[in-house]
């Protein structure tokens, strides 16, 4: 990495493309997703390495309950894996766990192992590692809204404002997003931080995300130096 590029404080990925990368070698979609993991961990370290703190990763979306039930069983499956598995690495590396979404539909031992390897982490002060899950951004959206609502009827609110929005989401601790990255070639954002990314810097790539490491991450960096953010203005 070019020490000279400018990075961002906030990385977010929809890591897509996991069932490709497993068709295309003949493997099954479980085994893709079992690559896409291995994926993360490279990322995480790396971003670690880079002292960036922020990172989220959209893992499981609110939609992707009506996958095959084999399927959703498998990535439930690696989710308690990486949190068991990875947790004393996290933890080394004062990584500091961040679940956004709705957890209710999953199963009491992934909460479990979520509650675990939030309240472990809980320390880290180096990098946030958020991981999206049961997350849909106009589901946050609705959510924040009605407890906006609820708090207004209850006098704990006089006034609406873009900044009250903010802390009522799911991302209330986190800031704003400034690089999105979208793997496998589709260009959508697919219900991920609708609100968040409304100013965020877009990157998209053909390569499928267990394919995307190091090397590929330094491609996003460097298309995003070059880019002059505004917010809108001049």
């Keep these: 990495m070019n020490p000279e590029k400018v990075l961002p404080k906030h990385i977010a990925i929809i890591m897509d493309g996991n069932g490709r ?17 291995e994926a993360v961990r490279k990322i995480v370290q790396y971003c670690g390495d880079l002292d960036i703190p922020y990172l989220t990763v959209y893992a499981f ?5 009506k996958r095959p039930k084999e399927e959703v069983g498998a990535l439930m499956r690696l989710l308690i894996e990486y949190l068991t598995k990875d947790l004393a690495t996290l933890k080394k590396n004062s990584v500091r766990l961040k679940i956004i979404g709705d957890l209710k539909d999953f199963p009491a031992p992934v909460r479990l192992a979520i509650e675990k390897a939030v309240i472990e982490t809980s320390k880290g002060s180096r990098m946030v590692l958020s991981i999206a899950l049961g997350y849909g951004a106009r589901a946050e959206l609705a959510a924040a809204f009605k407890n906006i609502h609820n708090d207004m009827l209850n006098n704990k609110l006089t ?56 090397a590929q991450l330094d491609l996003a960096f460097e298309a995003y130096s070059k880019r002059v953010r505004k917010f809108g203005g001049l």
């Design 21 to 37: 990368w497993a068709n295309k070698r003949g493997l099954t979609r479980a085994q893709g997703h079992k690559a896409g993991v």
């Design 159 to 214: 006034e609406i404002t873009e900044q009250t929005i903010s802390d009522y989401l799911y991302t209330s601790e986190l800031p704003d997003p400034d690089l999105i990255i979208r793997t496998s070639g589709e260009m959508r954002l697919s219900n991920f931080l609708l609100y968040q990314g409304a100013y965020s810097e877009l990157y998209f790539t053909s390569v499928e995300w267990p394919d995307f490491d190091e």
């Design 61 to 65: 979306s609110t939609e992707n309950f």
